[in-house]
């Protein structure tokens, strides 16, 4: 006996008795069960199966056998069942018309990049924040490229198909025979058993192609279609984009990133691009200032720097920079590399970290090899300069006082 497949008659069973047919437990405890009728459908063309309820018993996993459905349930210490035993299935009507708004929202967008563009729908993935299609401009030699203002064409056009509130017919056919005169938007691909889906009547379909997923009576009830960007992908152009209630929440979801970052500038949403260049060019000005500052700073230290290298007389000079960082110190170091007859030690204290500089002798990449790992510092360079970076102040210190009198 063949499985009544009751979606098939009525897409909004949610409710139905049914008669076990065959019944086996599986490794992990589970069972697979056969009905003689469900409208649990099984997981295919992309779309992932329905879930639910078989008496107590959880239904995780639908799949097609043959002309079969085989239901995998979770038993949770519920009296296992037996083949000719009845029992009532109830669906996850939430997770079904879920799939449906999205699935159909696919079949009203796909139509739409047909009849605009001469796109054919050649891949289909339901992720889990977004679907994205996979269309190959193939029919219209004219038509190369798919931009974003033309995807938007299509979202318009998609949408109003679905305010248009198109009635969603599916026509069943034994072989191909009566297929021959419908606006097929592909080429069948089975000979028999042909489920042809019409978004609209057949004369002036928005979508007809062959399917036999579930989808509901009318196009309103997908609610909202909403295209996020276009991407090439493999010769091929990728539409990301939601339906349903889902289109709603991600439409909520980036509207509440927008409004709170133009509450953060004390701007509406609309003056946010205006607020924002405006907080750019201060930030561009502040920053072009900062440039000035620093190099007047670098210059201002370098100035002591060498009149302390000049009345010293020690062979090594260390010389702390309050607001310099280690970049600004590795640029103040730069005129003195392989030119200083001492050794210079810049140490940044925001960043707890020197900049040694000599003429080569002593050699200040060996010098942080040998003496840094004691002071817990790490760091390395060349015979003319060398990095030292330490976790605090007092172990960089401690580093600097080895050093110098080492080379006293
Ligand atoms: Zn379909």
Redesign the pocket.
């Known amino acids: 006996m063949t499985v009544k497949k009751l979606w098939q008659e009525d897409v909004y069973t949610k409710e139905w008795d049914a008669v076990i047919t065959e019944v086996s437990t599986v490794d992990n405890g589970n069972l697979k069960i056969y009905l003689d009728q469900t409208a649990f459908f099984p997981e295919g063309?992309g779309q992932s199966c329905d879930l639910g309820f078989m008496n107590d018993m959880k239904v995780i996993d639908v799949q097609e056998d043959g002309k079969e459905v085989v239901h995998t349930v979770s038993p949770e210490g519920a009296k296992l069942p037996k083949a000719g035993d009845k029992v009532h299935c109830t669906l996850d009507w939430d997770h079904r018309f879920d799939n449906m708004q999205r699935?159909?929202g696919e079949?009203i967008l796909s139509g739409i990049c047909y009849d605009l563009f001469g796109g054919v729908n050649r891949g289909f993935h339901m992720g889990h924040d977004a679907m994205t299609i996979d269309i190959s401009l193939e029919e219209d030699p004219k038509i190369t490229e798919l931009t974003y203002d033309m995807v938007m064409e299509a979202e318009l056009a998609a949408n109003r198909v679905i305010w248009s509130n198109a009635p969603v017919t599916v026509m069943r056919f034994e072989t191909r025979k009566g297929t021959e005169n419908l606006p097929l938007r592909k080429a069948l691909a089975f000979d028999e058993d042909i489920s042809i889906?019409c978004v609209g009547s057949p004369e002036n379909a928005a979508d007809c192609v062959a399917?036999c997923?579930t989808?509901p009576a009318t196009a309103g009830q997908v609610g909202l279609i909403k295209i996020f960007r276009v991407e090439k992908n493999k010769g091929m152009f990728r539409i990301f984009f939601e339906a349903g209630e889902r289109a709603l929440e991600a439409v909520r979801t980036r509207h509440d990133i927008l409004y709170k970052l133009s509450m953060r500038y004390s701007s509406t949403i609309e003056d946010f691009p205006v607020k924002l260049k405006a907080a750019e060019d201060k930030q561009n000005a502040t920053k072009a200032k900062l440039v000035h500052v620093t190099n007047a700073l670098i210059a201002k230290e370098s100035a002591e720097l060498d009149a302390k290298a000049e009345e010293s007389a020690e062979n090594v000079i260390v010389h702390k920079l309050e607001v310099l960082s280690m970049d600004d110190a590795f640029n103040m170091a730069k005129p003195y590399m392989g030119k200083t007859k001492k050794l210079l030690m810049l140490y940044s204290i925001v960043d707890t970290s020197f900049i040694l500089v000599s003429s080569g002798k002593p050699a200040c990449g060996k010098l942080v090899k040998e003496y840094a790992s004691f002071y817990n510092g790490k760091g390395g360079g060349n015979d003319v300069s060398a990095r030292a970076i330490f976790t605090n102040e007092e172990d960089a210190m401690l580093f600097a006082d080895l050093i110098s009198k080492h080379l006293k």
């Open positions: 063309g699935h159909c079949h889906v399917c997923g989808h």
